[in-house]
């Protein structure tokens, strides 16, 4: 029993790392509406499933837009008058955020009075990467057992951990090389003060990694003695 406390923690902190990305809101109806978005931070070549269910509501169209934050400012799907449940899949072609985009337009020969009153519900889900994969299809196709099924999940989840970890590498690697003075200097040219700057960062970021990594094994090993004697005191194990 006790072997599987690592385990369980483990699993624990995997899925507690997975994001939440549902919302329920009301829009209102315009006759020149401007788009409301929602924003999820996403990897470029992740899968994006977005789940949107409007309510019902008269003289009312729902217009649907997915973009990114990417200089290109890429449209990735665009469509109008939804209604109840509509189900989007895209792949995203760059790093950054993908915005998931409503307008609600009157419709109709409506009063201004009447057409404020005019309101939609809309019940959005959007799963990135992994929360976007259906392993219910894929364990049937593939005869997976339920355990199989979750190793499976569990295999996406530690990928887009890995995938995570070395995005954020490659960020400190990036920020590493630009100096700390303003205005910059000129190009190829760095200054003793500002390599040495750079390497006193350097020093401090590594020494403060290092501690929260200490920190955090040591509270785990503090967790695990902590619990073992808890069950020895319940009679639960030898």
């Known amino acids: 029993m006790l072997s599987s406390i690592p385990a369980f923690?483990?699993?624990?902190?995997?899925?507690?790392?997975?994001?939440?990305?549902?919302?329920?809101?009301?829009?209102?109806?315009?006759?020149?509406p401007q788009p409301k978005c929602i924003w999820n931070a996403a990897h470029?070549?992740?899968?994006?499933?977005?789940?949107?269910?409007v309510g019902a509501g008269a003289n009312q169209r729902v217009d649907i837009e997915i973009v990114d934050s990417s200089p290109k400012k890429n449209v990735y799907l665009s469509k109008k008058g939804i209604k109840s449940e509509s189900r989007l899949a895209i792949t995203t072609h760059e790093e950054g955020e993908v915005g998931v985009c409503f307008k609600n337009t009157v419709e109709g020969d409506i009063s201004h009075e009447a057409s404020r009153k005019l309101i939609r519900v809309i019940d959005l889900d959007?799963?990135?990467g992994a929360?976007?994969?259906?392993?219910?299809?894929?364990?049937?196709?593939?005869?997976?057992?339920?355990?199989?099924?979750?190793?499976r999940k569990l295999e996406g989840i530690v990928k887009e951990i890995v995938e995570e970890m070395d995005y954020l590498k490659a960020r400190e690697e990036r920020f590493s090389g630009t100096n700390g003075t303003f205005p910059p200097p000129a190009p190829n040219v760095v200054s003793l003060d500002n390599l040495s700057f750079l390497v006193s960062t350097?020093?401090?970021?590594?020494n403060f990694a290092w501690f929260t990594l200490f920190s955090l094994i040591g509270l785990g090993v503090w967790q695990i003695f902590h619990l073992r004697a808890f069950f020895k005191r319940k009679y639960l194990i030898d």
Request: charged share 15%.
């Open 44 to 53: 470029a070549n992740a899968l994006v499933i977005v789940t949107a269910n």
């Open 202 to 206: 350097n020093v401090r970021v590594q």
């Open 126 to 128: 959007v799963d990135i």
């Open 131 to 151: 929360d976007a994969v259906d392993y219910n299809a894929i364990a049937n196709q593939e005869s997976l057992s339920g355990l199989e099924t979750e190793m």
């Open 9 to 32: 923690i483990l699993s624990t902190l995997l899925f507690s790392a997975l994001p939440t990305h549902a919302i329920k809101f009301s829009l209102q109806a315009q006759r020149y």
